[in-house]
Nanobody
């Protein structure tokens, strides 16, 4: 599976961004797609993930601010990010795999897209 992410950029605190990730290739092998992020000096962490059936998992830090959605016809997952804070600054990675709860060695990853939130 190949994942193409887009939509990062620079935004002021309180602003919004929308990330997109389009999957191609062996789509049928992807049950769950999601977004992870990695800030400088920190480990990669889950942001939000969604299954093909619509089940969703959000990190506590983004609940109420971020919304993940999936367009099956376009093989694309979106992450609408509102009320951004400088703590959201990170490289955001799209993931395709089986689980919305854990990562596995069989997961596919897209290239990162940088989100920078200025104060």
């Amino acid at each position: 599976v190949q994942l193409q992410a887009s939509g990062g950029g620079l935004v002021q605190a309180g602003g919004s961004l929308n990330l997109s990730c389009e999957a191609s290739g062996d789509i049928l092998s992807v049950n769950a797609m999601g977004w992870y992020r990695q800030a400088t000096g920190k480990q990669r962490e889950l942001v939000a993930a969604i299954t093909s059936g619509g089940r969703i998992n959000y990190a506590n830090s983004v609940k109420g601010r971020f919304t993940i959605s999936r367009d099956a016809a376009k093989n694309t997952v979106y992450l609408q990010m509102n009320s951004l804070t400088p703590e959201d600054t990170a490289v955001y990675y799209c993931k395709g795999g089986f689980s919305i709860w854990v990562t596995t060695d069989s997961d596919s990853w897209g290239q990162g897209t940088l989100v920078t939130v200025s104060s």
